[in-house]
């Protein structure tokens, strides 16, 4: 998309090529083709000029026909005066093309209705995703005997094309361990390794493959990357960051549906619009877990409707970049002047998410109802005899009383205005709880009032200090009485508020700036049927008419297995988004995707059973210039595990993880001071004690604004928007996070005891099995033993270096030798390699 302020030169070049063509008998949009930064001083003038409609140049007044000095386009083009000038910067215009465009106007700059008619110019634009998705013929090739599935074909007939010859294949133990880490995110153990290459029969490779689609970790290295688009966090965000106990259940929900191949079709749907289904079921509503992982400000002085516009932006922008791949936010506060997303269709799409409720859910896990059912008739009534004693219910009706008095008169209390404010901030729909009277309030609104009362009690009751201390007495009472009570999980879900929501465009983007009303609806040039609820935009998002989302789908899946996707961009399929490498390619993984039942597991075998991703990552020197970015799909690549899957695969070869899936997030040990970050320490790590904290990363728990450092430093989002691919840097923190983290240090230290009192033999052999995958060489054996031996004469000169490094010792082992083969683990778990999926 074209994203500039005003009237550019790079798209009046979209006009010029159009409309001056045919009066003049050339293209002349490379005259026209410069780069302009925005000419906002003629915002005013300029205003609702749209180059899709190409009369409006004459409606807003830039060209006065038969009058080209009155012009003020042509004013703009001659003047040399800076800031007011087009183009604004760079080579001005040819005289020739000058006199062009003056002599057009002169004749009474008529347009041709058949070629300026929105219709005939949104044909012209031709932006190749907005084509229909349609499964393209295979190509013919002449090794035919290297292509094992369709996918083949396309990339063989592109490289035979260039004279480049496809990788060899690649060996059996490389084989093993991409396969593992890309469907598992988990490394072979050595026992699979030594299976792989000692089975011979012709489907091995594709038993091992359907083994790891199978497994229950294919769910969760597969969620990492939904979870990345769905902004998933444990905390709120903000200065509050209040932690979210039961955004787990959202990731659970994710985890489940990939492992058990839910259609992408029906994935898509039961997160944005779960509960619009007829008769929704828990886990249907627990995937609108989607909308609720938007950031929440909880701050007192926070204006809820400018919040609750700010969570809608997200979730619109959210909505664009992973269903549709498009950067539709561009238009949030104005059009551009070329662009097929306007700010009307901006904020169409923002009308199906304008009137969401926060929804929490009793969802619990398997066994939690029955003792839960057997223990609540006796806590009910220990709870209501505490809450009568007390006197609860007649003093907080009083409370209420006076927030409600507030909200209808504020400014007449000050104290009472704050209690307003910070009551709307730190409880979900807090007014609308407030207007139920309170014997017609659910259990859980019921429940949350008095939990609210009893721990903010007001001004009033808090100047009464007996009072005051008889109410803190109730709420002690009240939490050991909680903390018998076996408890259900919940869910963070969503529902409609029941009144449908009036939208209207946000002039500049201001909230407060009403422009016209808009109706819910697909931006415009996608499709004339319109989908009126969340509902049937998730089923029209499925549709053969939309041509975006099975292409934007497929596109990440390939970049999750080549490191690239087919559009490098894979956040942006729009005007300003790269063209796809492999078109045809693209388009008939599309077709391949929705035509054969929207398996992600189906799909991801066809891939990886290719013998394209088969083939070995060695750069050829013949190719270091050509294809330095491996467009051309001559090789596989070499990619850095991400943040999660390095953490993981060390405590792996260090026998220390644990694989246990689902449940609630863990917090292992981090840096000191980290945590203190947080605003006016009110971020607690209180550091998860046992085999819980050997977790894998997809459980660390997430904190919006201390995150885990580990994760941050191996390139993890933000989780505040949408992530559709996450960049790999290389920095000095790296290195020192692998060397010092005490999480890294306890797995070279497992990977060191593994290896004294496992190894059946060799023990630089076992250690390398382990950590890698594959056998030393010669060469890497003798130069491992050579840092033994210097390690052991260093160690044995430092008595306490030897205790840290080796706290315990396999029986008969020398400490001092048990130490040493900690830095040796540490060595190798240091190695490019080893942090790197070949």
Known sequence: ????????????SLFVSTVFAA?????????????????????????????DDPASLL????????????????????????????????????????????????????????VTSKAAFKATTNVWSFQPVRRPALPSVRQRDWVRNPIDAFVLARLESEKIEPSPEASKTTA?????????????????????VADNRPDAYERVVDRLLASPHYGEKWARHWLDLARYADSDGFEKDLVRPWAWRYRNWVIDALNKDMPFDQFMLEQLAGDLLPTPTVEQRVATGLWRNVTTNREAGVDRTEARFDQNINRTNTLSTVFLGLTAGCAQCHNHKFDPISQRDYYSLFAYVANLDENDIEAPMPGEIGPHMRARPEYDKQRAEI???????????????????????????????????????????????????????????????????????????????????????????????????PPLTEAMAIAEDGTPARTYVALGGDYKSKGPEVDAAVPAILTDKQ????????????????????????????QEFFGLGLVRTSEDFGVQGDKPTHPELLDWLATEFRETGWSTKRLHKTIVMSATYRQASQVRRELLTR???????????????SAELIRDTALAAGGLLNTKIGGPSVRPPQPAGVAELGYANSVKWNETEGPDKYRRGLYIHFQRTTPYPMLMNFDSPDSNVACARRTRTNTPLQSLNLLNDPVFLEAAQGLALRTLSEAPGDRAEYAFQLALGRSPSPREKQRLRTYLDQQATILGKDPDA????????????????????????????NLDEFITRE
């Open 23 to 51: 009066e003049f008998g050339k293209d002349i949009q490379p005259v026209f083709a410069k780069r302009c930064a925005g000419c906002h001083g003629a915002a005013q003038q300029m205003a609702g000029l749209r180059l």
């Open 531 to 558: 989908p009126r609820n969340r509902l049937d935009l998730a089923r029209w998002l499925a549709s053969a008419e939309n041509p975006l989302t099975s292409r934007v789908t497929v596109n990440r899946m390939w």
């Open 176 to 196: 093993i361990r991409r396969l593992s880490l890309d469907l598992t995110g988990l490394p072979p153990t050595p026992a699979e390794v030594r299976e792989f």
């Open 387 to 485: 809450l009568k004693e007390y006197g609860v219910a007649e003093l907080q009706a009083k409370y209420e009383a006076k927030l409600k008095q507030t909200v209808e008169r504020p400014g007449v209390d000050l104290e009472w205005d704050f209690q307003v404010t910070e009551f709307k901030g730190g409880t979900d729909l807090a007014l609308k709880m407030l207007a139920i009277p309170m014997e017609k309030r659910n259990r859980r609104q019921s429940r949350i009032m008095t939990t609210r009362f009893l721990r903010i009690v007001g001004p009033d009751f808090n100047r009464d200090k007996p009072l005051a201390a008889k109410i803190k007495e109730c709420r002690e009472k009240l939490a050991k009485l909680d903390a018998t009570l």
């Open 59 to 114: 409606t807003k007044g830039l060209v006065i026909a038969g009058k080209s000095a009155e012009s003020p386009l042509v004013q703009r083009v001659i003047s040399p005066k800076k800031g007011f000038q087009m183009p604004p910067m760079g080579e001005r215009l040819a005289e020739a093309d000058i006199a062009a465009l003056k002599s057009w106007i002169d004749a009474g700059a008529k347009l041709d209705p058949a």
């Open 802 to 829: 030897v205790v840290r490094l080796a706290p315990m010792t396999p029986e008969g082992v020398n400490r001092v030798e048990a130490a040493a083969w900690t830095g040796a683990s540490r060595v190798l778990l």
């Open 1 to 12: 998309m074209l994203r500039t302020g005003s009237l550019t030169v790079c798209a009046l």
């Open 627 to 641: 294809d330095p970015d491996n467009t051309l799909l001559a090789r596989q690549s070499r990619l850095r595990l």
